[in-house]
């Protein structure tokens, strides 16, 4: 047997009930244990049971010399490890180990690392809007379920999800690790999940963010599309960054959803003098496309590229853990060969179709104070098409919109500027998650995405009325979080009743961050001491014998303008923390 051929072949076996997958492979050992359940699986209120199973998991794992890790990502976990044979089979005897009987003493311990690590971690956006506050649009939010997790909960979940009948082994090595041996309970394969939408027509783009462009379409899961979102990344770099000189980095993805489809994305970076700009190039790039412009030779390019990654040394050890979803998906391994016929037998016209199927799907991520409609893209909703009827409560100072409380659901209610009335409206049917805070505030997510804020204070909800929302909304759906701190004052007040119109908000809220807060303070106080000095040189100067008009005039329109200068850092600030 060729021994390239041999070292490319995925063969299919079994290990004590689970499928396993193994090529052969020299040096290290390297394996993977991959379980059907992920992010998507969950709901918001009990965002993040998935990753704290993951935690306690490979907690006894402790500190080894071997390397090791685990990944929960929007629909499999991923446990993986390389080491010497007796290693792997350690570790991977130990994850099921733990799997079966959690270390629970570790319970408020993980919770915490995970706040840690959340609080590093910047959540996507354009899952959000794509998919709402369910399924796949839960990598967007934050953790909330994992504080208020009991036991019972993170046990259960556990020997539901992680089971046999769930999870596919991995190993890449010169045989499977002798005795090895994976005590799971057992379980049923769990669908995928559902795909839902909170986009009512596309292509759609909306506004966040303080530079760069972000792109995610979907599309056929195909050796054309793999190709496509590798020709895309050459014209966005030769565009953006060779002959503009817009964007630094200007990069493109192909990810499986492994139901059929699959999520190309795309970003290119920017300056703020430069976002016009790269928003345009971006723009034009997929237009070209779309209209069939597409380069043989970036095809020829790719497309070998692609072929290279499917016949290298390391080729099968690449595919395994992706293999190993597909197969969890109900999608049986695919050999080299078919690959590669497949990746050889496409068109310049099939890479057209992609583009064609790409634009009819597009999501496009604007910087803040941008937008695409000149593109024929259209906003993504940040309001609902109704509001709910029931008791009308005012703002205090009338600065925010009017809060509804009825008996299907909330809605806060704002004129736009058109003269028609914006809402943006939460049944309590179709609430993901109620955010409830010991001083009475709730927050209510709809599955779509769209918040409303019901605060007692600055709208002098009655008690009464409070309880009814609290008995109305899904117990499942409510998360209870610790005190939370307020500004005061009329302003404040406004603030925390919803902002100035209705809208669908970042999943976090908006925080200005030291920086920030650093740049308000320095830049206030300097801006204030020279316009102070440019206040009396424009009143006063004028009058001094030994100073000419001329010079007058240069010296306060100086000191003016490093005022501005002075001031434009904090005015900036202000209105991205606005913009959040």
């Known amino acids: 047997m060729n021994p390239q051929a041999h070292q490319a072949t995925v063969h299919l076996t079994e290990v004590d009930g689970i499928p396993a997958l193994f090529a052969y492979a020299t040096g290290p050992m390297r394996a993977g244990l991959v ?31 071997y390397h090791f890790n685990g990944a929960t990502k929007a629909a499999f976990t991923h446990f993986h490890v390389e080491g010497a044979e007796h290693e792997v089979a350690a570790y991977l005897q130990g994850v099921c180990a733990s799997l079966t009987d959690l270390p629970m003493d570790r319970l408020e311990t993980e919770k915490e690392i995970l706040r840690t690590e959340e609080s590093r971690r910047e959540d996507p956006q354009l899952p959000l809007w794509r998919y709402g506050a369910q399924g796949y649009g839960l990598v967007s939010y934050p953790e909330w379920g994992v504080p208020g997790l009991r036991p019972d909960d993170v046990r259960h979940w556990a020997h ?32 995928m999940p559902a795909v839902t939408s909170a ?64 999520l190309v994305t795309a970003f290119a970076d920017a300056l703020p003098a430069k976002q016009d700009a790269v928003l345009g190039g971006f723009v034009d790039v997929l237009a070209a496309l779309q209209a069939g412009r597409i380069a043989q030779s970036d095809l020829e390019t790719v497309r070998t590229r692609a072929d290279g990654r499917l016949t290298g040394p390391d080729a099968a050890l690449r595919r395994l853990p992706g293999a190993a979803e597909d197969l969890l998906a109900g999608r049986p391994p695919r050999t080299p060969d078919e690959l590669r016929s497949e990746l050889w037998a496409v068109t310049a016209g099939q890479l057209h179709a992609v583009a064609g199927e790409a ?30 009827t029931g008791r009308r409560f005012a703002s205090v100072g009338g600065a925010a919109p009017d809060l509804v409380i009825g008996d299907e659901g909330v809605s806060l209610t704002a004129a736009a500027k058109d003269g028609t009335q914006e809402a943006a409206t939460v049944l309590y049917r179709s609430c993901a998650a109620v955010l409830s805070w010991p001083d009475g505030g709730r927050r209510l997510i709809g599955t779509d995405g769209i918040t409303v804020d019901v605060e007692p204070g600055p709208y002098g909800v009655d008690a009464h009325t409070m309880a009814a929302v609290d008995v109305a909304v899904p117990p499942a759906a409510v998360v209870r979080l610790p005190p939370r701190q307020q500004p005061s004052g009329p302003r404040a007040a406004a603030a925390r009743a919803g902002g100035e119109s209705p809208g669908r908000p970042a999943p976090a809220a908006a925080r200005r961050t030291g920086r920030q807060t650093a740049t308000l303070v320095v830049s206030g106080l300097l801006g204030a001491c020279f316009a102070f000095l440019a206040l009396a040189v424009t009143v006063f100067g004028g009058d001094d014998p030994e100073t000419g008009t001329g010079e007058w005039i240069a010296l306060a329109g100086f000191l003016w303008g490093i005022t501005a200068l002075l001031a434009w850092p904090a005015i900036r600030v202000l209105r991205r923390t606005r913009r959040s």
């Open 35 to 65: 379980f059907r359940v992920g992010v998507a699986d969950e709901t918001l209120a009990r965002a993040g049971v998935t990753h704290l199973v993951e935690h306690l998991a490979l907690h006894r794992q402790g500190l080894p010399d």
């Open 160 to 191: 539901t999800r992680f089971t046999r009948g769930n999870a596919v082994l991995w190993v890449a090595g010169e045989r499977l690790p002798a005795g090895l041996s994976l005590k799971l309970p057992a379980g049923e394969r769990r669908p």
């Open 199 to 262: 986009l009512p027509a596309a292509p759609a783009y909306f506004s966040a963010g303080r530079g760069g462009v972000l792109l995610d379409c979907v599309v056929t899961d195909t050796a054309a599309s793999r190709l496509y979102a590798g020709v895309l990344e050459r014209e966005l770099s030769r565009a953006l960054r060779q002959e503009g000189g817009y964007s630094y980095t200007a990069a493109t993805d192909h990810t499986s959803r492994r139901d059929g489809f699959a």
């Open 359 to 388: 634009a009819r799907t597009a999501l496009l991520q604007v910087p803040a104070g941008h937008s695409a409609d000149w593109a024929g893209y259209r906003a993504a909703p940040t309001s609902s098409p109704y509001a709910v």
